[in-house]
């Protein structure tokens, strides 16, 4: 997983059938090619200078340049303190190149070719919570890429080597000297900007736009999203900021505070979409409302409006198939990514509508994800003059996981596949080829469990789900469905047991808190029943089962907040 960045070349080669590894690699480094690509060409054409001879082409015989800089200049406003680009950024091919390992991201094809779209081959990651507070700061270890797209910089006409020396791996200028470089000195360098004494913590600019975060203990990271410091948002959304970085003794409220009185008002900033994704974390009432508005705000950063496509899946209703439209037409294909997320929610017809068109996208992997997304729509119902398309993105989908089939995940992408497709011999082998790579993958006990008992494999469904639990004992899924077992077997005392266990263990859980509040009702525990599915709508308020349940028992429409 860390050798692709780490080395030149690198072709994992695993062979799921004998569980070996047959790597080959061109140097365990990252050298020129890595970026540059295949340098053969750029040696012939360094000779035939050597020469005297006419260079064969103005490429330098490099497969592409990196050449996003030649001929920009950036220009700063007098009036603003800001600089402006001029012309403007063309392509974000630099960025790409850089993102392939300065990303989150997952490896879906081998054989990446210098130049083309990074998502012909990889799946940056969107911000989801435990990589991204809801703000989109970094949390998990994201590295830069996802943080640098949510900025105003990047939107800008930025890129990477405006700041960075990619040869020395140094900044172009020591400390506020690189940001002085589109930023005037004398407007942001002086007390009156950042409130602190010259030269003291906090005073710096990255101290207050790019703070660190430490991963391994050792390896320090600076955001890239240079957002403006917001400790309203860590009073009301619970998310960190720069302030209380440094004033660790202080209260988020302080910090607020401090900044209205020094601005006079709130602080705002480029990225608006805390809230939003905030809402849809908690599962607030007003989430939909706030994922769709944000999706239709063009000027929001894309990797914040794919996200917020994405979230839609968790709000399958008809009004959300507009939204999932605009998203599959959008000119980004991260949104075009997120939209596919949400189009798994949808009904087969609709689903079947809308992703067939995305079987011509021009990038491979968005076709791939539109063909996993079509794989259990049965090939009679699709138009005849698409069958082709359909298989091949299809294909793509499966050699995507087979390229990481020494991965458990992988293996229950692969398994769920062929589930979906009705294939049951060839979804068994491959969730236990996962529980052989890692015995604790608690996703593929529940997929195999759940695809042995639909198959009428109940006894070995009943020793597969004890095997994960004496693994797991936490695991909530396993034990909501044992009870569910136990409900099958109208042994309702031991499944309220279970059940409740799996509610205790995921109380965020909706479905687990809804089956739970149903048994007990049947057990004609109906007090124990009427509270925990208020507990349960605590902690998911707007999903709509436990809403609709409420207002059955209760005759009450609203749901307790």
């Known amino acids: 997983m860390c050798a692709e960045c780490h080395s030149t070349n690198l072709l994992k080669n695993y062979d799921p059938a004998t569980h070996s590894y047959h790597t080959t690699w061109s140097e365990i480094d990252v050298a020129c090619e890595a970026c540059h690509g295949p340098g053969s060409r750029h040696v012939a054409w360094a000779r035939s200078k050597e020469h005297g001879e006419q260079p064969p082409d103005a490429t330098l015989g490099l497969p592409f340049l990196l050449?996003?800089?030649?001929?920009?200049?950036?220009?700063?406003?007098?009036?603003?303190g800001n600089a402006s680009r001029r012309p403007a950024r063309q392509t974000t091919k630099e960025i790409e190149t850089c993102a392939r390992c300065h990303?989150?991201?997952?490896?879906?094809?081998?054989?990446?070719?210098f130049g083309e779209p990074l998502m012909n081959t990889h799946l940056p990651a969107l911000l989801e919570e435990g990589l991204y507070h809801a703000d989109g700061q970094i949390d998990g270890e994201v590295y830069e890429y996802g943080s640098f797209l949510q900025s105003r910089m990047f939107h800008a006409g930025v890129t990477c080597s405006d700041c960075h020396e990619p040869h020395s791996l140094k900044l172009r200028a020591e400390?506020?000297?690189?940001?002085?470089?589109?930023?005037?000195?004398?407007?942001?360098d002086k007390a009156t900007h950042h409130h602190h004494t010259v030269d003291s913590p906090g005073s710096h600019c990255v101290d207050c736009h790019m703070p660190a975060k430490a991963y391994m203990v050792i390896d320090p990271r600076r955001d890239h999203s240079f957002r403006i410091p917001r400790p309203d948002f860590s009073v009301q959304l619970g998310t960190p900021n720069a302030c209380n970085g440094c004033h660790v003794k202080?209260?988020?409220?302080?910090?607020?505070?401090?900044?209205?009185?020094?601005?006079?008002?709130?602080?705002?900033?480029?990225q608006r979409f805390a809230q939003a994704l905030h809402s849809a974390r908690s599962g607030a009432p007003e989430a939909k409302s706030k994922l769709l508005e944000l999706l239709r705000e063009t000027d929001q950063p894309a990797v914040a409006r794919a996200t917020a496509a994405a979230e839609l899946a968790l709000w399958p209703s008809p009004d959300i198939e507009p939204a999932v439209e605009i998203a599959l037409a959008d000119a980004n294909p991260l949104i075009r990514a997120g939209?596919?997320?949400?189009?798994?929610?949808?009904?087969?017809?609709?689903?079947?509508?809308?992703?067939?068109?995305?079987?011509?996208?021009?990038?491979?992997?968005?076709?791939?994800?539109?063909?996993?997304s079509l794989a259990d729509i049965p090939p009679a119902n699709l138009p005849s003059r698409l069958l082709p398309r359909w298989e091949r993105a299809t294909e793509d989908y499966l050699a995507a996981q087979i390229l990481n089939a020494d991965?458990?995940?992988?293996?229950?992408?692969?398994?769920?596949?062929?589930?979906?497709?009705?294939?049951?011999?060839?979804?068994?082998?491959?969730?236990?080829?996962?529980?052989?790579?890692?015995p604790d993958w608690v996703p593929a006990y529940v997929n195999l469990i759940d695809l042995l008992r639909e198959s009428g494999q109940e006894q070995g469904s009943e020793a597969l789900l004890l095997q994960g639990l004496s693994r797991q004992p936490r695991a909530a899924a396993l034990h909501h469905a044992l009870g569910l077992l136990q409900v099958r077997r109208k042994d309702l005392s031991a499944a309220l047991v279970s059940l409740k266990r799996a509610v205790e263990l995921a109380p965020e859980n909706a479905r687990f808190v809804y089956v739970f509040a149903v048994a007990l009702d049947s057990a004609q525990r109906h007090k124990e029943a009427m509270s925990t599915l208020k507990?349960?709508?605590?902690?998911?308020?707007?999903?709509?089962?436990?809403?609709?349940?409420?207002?059955?028992?209760?005759?009450?429409?609203?749901?307790?907040r």
Not at 67 to 73: I, P, V
Not at 104 to 113: L, T
Not at 536 to 543: F, K, R, T
């Open 67 to 80: 050449d996003d800089r030649a001929g920009a200049q950036w220009t700063i406003d007098p009036h603003t």
């Open 103 to 113: 990303a989150r991201r997952g490896q879906w094809f081998a054989g990446y070719r």
């Open 175 to 188: 400390g506020d000297g690189i940001c002085a470089r589109c930023h005037a000195a004398e407007k942001y």
């Open 250 to 270: 202080r209260s988020a409220s302080w910090a607020a505070d401090t900044l209205r009185r020094w601005l006079g008002r709130d602080p705002g900033g480029y």
């Open 339 to 372: 939209g596919l997320r949400a189009l798994e929610s949808l009904p087969p017809d609709r689903r079947a509508e809308l992703g067939l068109a995305m079987l011509d996208d021009p990038v491979r992997l968005i076709r791939a994800l539109a063909g996993a």
């Open 407 to 438: 991965e458990p995940g992988a293996q229950v992408n692969i398994g769920n596949f062929y589930a979906g497709r009705g294939q049951i011999a060839q979804a068994e082998s491959a969730y236990r080829e996962a529980l052989a790579l890692n």
């Open 535 to 560: 507990t349960g709508l605590q902690h998911s308020p707007s999903d709509r089962a436990l809403q609709q349940l409420w207002s059955l028992w209760s005759g009450n429409e609203s749901a307790p």
